[in-house]
């Protein structure tokens, strides 16, 4: 084991500058972290490299970052320092991969692949979707694995994850890879050392299967004496129940114990053959922890729940999430389109957005300020007030696109409504408590006069 820096030896090595783009207040408030193995040294964005190479393996996360691929579509994960999300954050998401058998046709194959590249959702004004492709070794012939490589990286950019127990298999498919950093899938105690051989040769990460966690940390230590030092684990077990416990134990015995044989990333293939439970397998698996869960098929039903689990976890609790506050278009509203009034939380107002659009009725919305917060937490915070909403209106000018003075604003804050018309004159109509009644409510209830 390395030695244990202490903050202030960390600290001395740091600029110095109390910038606080590390989102912590000062320098020696980081070094503390870092020592204490909540913050990566790779966090303050100003260390010098002669700090990287003096602190050495010892400032290094209790998780290895290892990353999948190469260029704009490069995966990363690991390098996590948190046990629980609130105590910082998590800081790389769950990759969702999808399988690719080379049994398939040609046809089939084309087929699947444009499937999956058509995979892509926006929430929250977000994009979602796949981030690897794992090809799987199904077919008899030897040369079919290499080919379905080759065509797989044709048509899509995507990182692979090689599933071959096989070397002979295996190297024809490394070798149509070239330098694309596939991940090897999967060293094991019969053929950890030929698979060690060709990681080390085609400097790919590995993944190790075991079949406990005793032999995993056994077989991580002789794979990083042959010199491999980007490793993931495949924590699949025989049930379910199997690969979540794996999972849980692995993570805190990397972070709470720092125990090094088991601190790397982590991948799991969901057992079940029902896909609603693989849903939820996959889902769960997100939820504790996983670095890569591989799906059987891309059907958008099946990925859609899962992708947005893996939103929500992999947001920053100390960020809010919100957008900015300022007057928003949707459709192409004129001068009797109705203006409503929300937050800026990002999940309300692209809530509100996507239900504007379902009526088809163009609108204007005005966004306020309130830090991030929804509706009843910000009026709860007097940062939703209707000194707030009206100087919201005026210096945005919504009012002034309109050739009406109507302002919707959300039905739980019905509150807000007469203090705002007897200050201004305004007409405020209260509109639904819920953002799923608006289309109903633009179609029968508003009126422009």
């Given amino acids: 084991m390395p030695k244990k820096l202490t903050g202030i030896e960390i600290y001395k090595l740091l600029p110095k500058t109390n910038c606080g783009d590390c989102n912590l207040p000062t320098c020696m408030a980081f070094a503390m972290q870092v020592a204490a193995k909540k913050k990566a040294l790779e966090s303050c964005p100003h260390v010098s490299e002669e700090a990287k190479e003096a602190l050495g393996e010892a400032q290094a996360p209790p998780m290895r970052t290892v990353k999948i691929g190469s260029g704009k579509k490069e995966f990363t994960m690991g390098g996590e320092t948190v046990l629980f999300r609130h105590e910082e954050k998590f800081h790389h998401p769950t990759g969702v991969a999808i399988r690719v058998p080379d049994n398939m046709t040609k046809e089939e194959l084309q087929g699947h692949i444009h499937n999956i590249n058509q995979l892509h959702f926006v929430r929250a004004g977000e994009e979602l979707g796949i981030n690897l492709l794992a090809v799987e070794h199904r077919d008899g012939d030897k040369g079919k694995f290499a080919e379905t490589v080759k065509e797989v990286m044709a048509l899509s950019d995507l990182p692979l994850l090689l599933v071959c127990s096989e070397t002979s298999v295996l190297q024809p498919a490394l070798e149509a890879a070239g ?13 950890w050392e030929e698979m060690a051989s060709l990681a080390t040769q ?12 005793e032999e995993c940390a056994d077989l991580t230590a002789k ?5 491999v030092e980007d490793i993931c684990l495949d924590l699949t077990g025989d049930t379910f129940l199997q690969s979540f416990s794996n999972l849980i134990m692995t993570r805190r015995l990397s972070l709470e114990k720092s125990f090094r044989p ?22 769960a698996c997100i939820c504790k922890y996983c670095s890569i869960v591989v799906l059987e098929k891309g059907d958008s039903w099946e990925l859609l729940p899962v992708l947005t689990v893996r939103q929500n976890i992999y947001t920053d609790p100390q960020v809010p999430n919100a957008i900015e506050a300022r007057l928003y278009k949707i459709g192409e509203p004129g001068p009797e389109a109705p203006v409503l009034l929300t937050t800026n939380f990002a999940l309300t107002y692209f809530t509100v957005a996507g239900e504007v659009e379902s009526s088809k009725t163009s609108c204007f919305v005005s966004v306020v300020d309130t830090g991030g917060l929804g509706v009843l937490n910000a009026y709860a915070d007097d940062k939703l007030t209707p000194e707030v909403v009206i100087k919201t ?47 109903t409510f633009l179609r029968n209830e508003w009126r422009a006069s």
């Avoid at 330098?179 to 053929?191: G, H």
């Avoid at 790397?264 to 996959?282: G, I, K």
């Fill in 393 to 439: 209106i005026q210096e945005q000018g919504a009012l002034e696109q309109v050739q009406h003075k109507k302002i919707i604003i959300p039905g739980l804050v019905a509150v807000l409504r007469m203090e705002i018309q007897e200050e201004t004159g305004w007409e405020v109509i209260i509109g639904p408590e819920e953002a799923a009644g608006l289309p």
């Fill in 223 to 227: 794979i990083k004496e042959k010199g």
């Fill in 202 to 213: 085609y400097q790919a990460p590995l993944t190790v299967k075991c079949n406990t966690l």
């Fill in 179 to 191: 330098n694309s950093r596939p991940l090897i899938c999967s060293a094991t105690a019969d053929n």
């Fill in 262 to 283: 088991l601190g790397y990333p982590t991948l799991v293939f969901p057992t079940s053959h029902q896909p609603f439970e693989r849903a939820a397998e996959a889902t």
